[in-house]
């Protein structure tokens, strides 16, 4: 090893360098909402015009995503992560051209091609870095960058545009990504490549299976499971496809809705202005940072304790879903921080469940393959979020001319609060049931 370490541990400097992105993802996709009480007045919105907006982001975000993962599976992730991150920079600096709702819809529209890329390579980077044990952790450490960066938003987002204006605040924001290519361009190569990683550490990282055969009889996948040296493996063949697709598809508008109204909602029911809207969002989505790391540890210390991998996603999934229920209940809350504590429950188990549902595509598909089963599980999530927001701007609106706007918020929250379990069946049904396996 010519006096090379005996160890090392640069797998976390890679999760490092991916939960910056994330953070960064989710700076430049959160600026909007925190900026919807003023681009609302000077560009005379209604929520559905608002809805409108939001469902071109998740539209274009959700056709990118399979084709981003087509890409990255071809070029590598090295280089798939630098266009990606292109893109999304610039088109979230172009906000600041937008004269009106269409203006805004071009920009969200290319802002949602770029960020299509960053799942698909985050988590093949997780595969090629991560033997199947720590993939959680490590997926629960990157996805809490979305948290982070929905938490940096509100601290800088409103003092920024108060101080410099929208616009400025869109291109501020936007150009951190050109720090970060900067980075990952000097810092990153696959494990057999790098020049850091220790021959004890590229074993520990290679000396598990790739991939467990998922279902039994599913002849055609677990026979290609050994020629996964390629790229012809046949996805569909995997029912394990149909649950993660099934449980982004429930989920993600949930996340969207939790993302890109919040904002709104503590505005319209609680009054809260620009200067007061950073307390509570700040608290909400701290408490999704450590759901989403929590969420990963629990599953990974379940499995280093002798669970087999998928029975220690079930059930920690099952709690996940379960913790979300509550938002049902915010209706009959008579301040603002009890519905801030259940909120900030739902998005940390929301977070919690993301970290597992990502690895449980992971543990089941092969990594030559794995940013194509992300793009796909994550088109279906976007498809679902492309129409959430047309239903959610729509009962607003209808609501708001009644004179009960909340009412319209509260529909919305029981919506949520059964999503999970529903997809949590549907993982049941095409994933868990389908593994012959003891905990």
């Excluded at 509100?154 to 970060?180: C, D, E, H, N, S």
Aim: with cysteine; hydrophobic share 50%; net charge positive.
């Amino acid at each position: 090893m010519g006096g090379a370490p005996t160890s090392s541990n640069y797998r976390w400097i890679i999760v490092g360098l991916l939960f910056f992105a994330t953070t960064i993802n989710y700076l430049d996709r959160q600026v909007m909402s925190l900026l919807k009480p003023i681009l609302e007045k000077e560009f005379n919105w209604t929520e559905t015009d608002y809805g409108d907006i939001v469902t071109v982001f998740t539209f274009f975000y959700g056709a990118s995503t399979l084709l981003a993962g087509y890409i990255i599976d071809r070029i590598g992730t090295k280089i798939g992560y630098i266009g990606a991150i292109l893109v999304w920079s610039l088109a979230a600096m172009g906000h600041a051209l937008a004269g009106g709702t269409t203006g805004f819809m071009i920009a969200r529209g290319l802002l949602g091609i770029g960020e299509a890329g960053n799942f698909p390579a985050s988590i093949k980077t997780v595969a090629e870095w991560f033997p199947q044990k720590e993939r959680a952790l490590a997926v629960g450490i990157f996805n809490s960058g979305a948290n982070i960066g929905a938490v940096v938003a509100p601290a800088i987002v409103p003092p920024l545009a108060l101080l410099a204006g929208w616009q400025m605040t869109f291109i501020a924001t936007g150009a951190l990504g050109f720090l970060w290519i900067v980075a990952w361009w000097f810092y990153y190569e696959v494990p057999a490549r790098h020049k850091r990683v220790s021959a004890a550490e590229l074993a520990h990282i290679t000396g598990e299976p790739t991939v467990e055969p998922s279902v039994a009889g599913d002849a055609a996948a677990t026979d290609l499971i050994a020629d996964s040296t390629t790229t012809r493996y046949p996805i569909f063949a995997n029912k394990a496809i149909w649950g993660f697709m099934s449980g982004k598809l429930l989920t993600d508008p949930i996340w969207w809705f939790f993302l890109f109204w919040l904002p709104s909602y503590l505005s319209n029911i609680y009054h809260l202005d620009l200067k007061k809207l950073g307390a509570p969002l700040i608290v909400i989505y701290l408490a999704a940072t450590i759901g989403s790391v929590g969420g990963g540890w629990l599953s990974s210390t379940l499995i280093q304790k002798g669970w087999h991998p998928t029975r220690a996603r079930q059930w920690a999934m099952a709690l996940f879903a379960i913790c979300i229920t509550p938002v049902m209940a915010i209706s009959q809350m008579g301040s603002m921080w009890p519905v801030i504590a259940i909120l900030s429950l739902a998005v940390a188990a929301h977070q919690a469940w993301s970290a597992n549902i990502f690895t449980v595509a992971a543990d089941q598909f092969p990594k030559q393959v794995l940013s194509r089963v992300v793009g796909l599980g994550t088109m279906a999530g976007t498809l679902g979020g492309a129409v959430f927001p047309l239903l959610v701007g729509r009962i607003l609106d209808h609501y708001k001319a009644l004179g009960s706007l909340s009412e319209g918020y509260y529909i919305i929250f029981y919506i949520a609060g059964f999503a999970y379990l529903v997809a949590w069946t549907m993982l049941y049904i095409f994933v868990f049931s389908r593994v012959k396996a003891k905990v």
